[in-house]
């Protein structure tokens, strides 16, 4: 079940593992202080390579872009 393959992967003996993160195909839709961004990312560690669909709800507050809500959709068919 899922909950028994995140407790194996974050039970890791390793105690540093190198993360290579990868993003492309960025669409950003922006109306005044607030934007939607949508990409693709790859992850590359130890446990192999995941992909996801990635969204990212943004508000400028102060001057400064926010991450206000976050998305991602992976297939998990292979995971663990």
Partial sequence: NLEKQFASQFKSNKLSDK???Q?????????????????????LDSHGKTTSKETRV????NGEWKIINVIALTNLKNFG
Avoid: S
Wanted: glycine share 4%.
């Fill in 23 to 43: 993003n492309a195909n960025y669409t950003i839709h922006q109306n005044g202080n607030m934007a939607f961004v949508t990409y693709d990312q790859t992850l």
């Fill in 58 to 61: 943004v508000e400028k507050l």
């Fill in 19 to 21: 993360v290579t993160v």
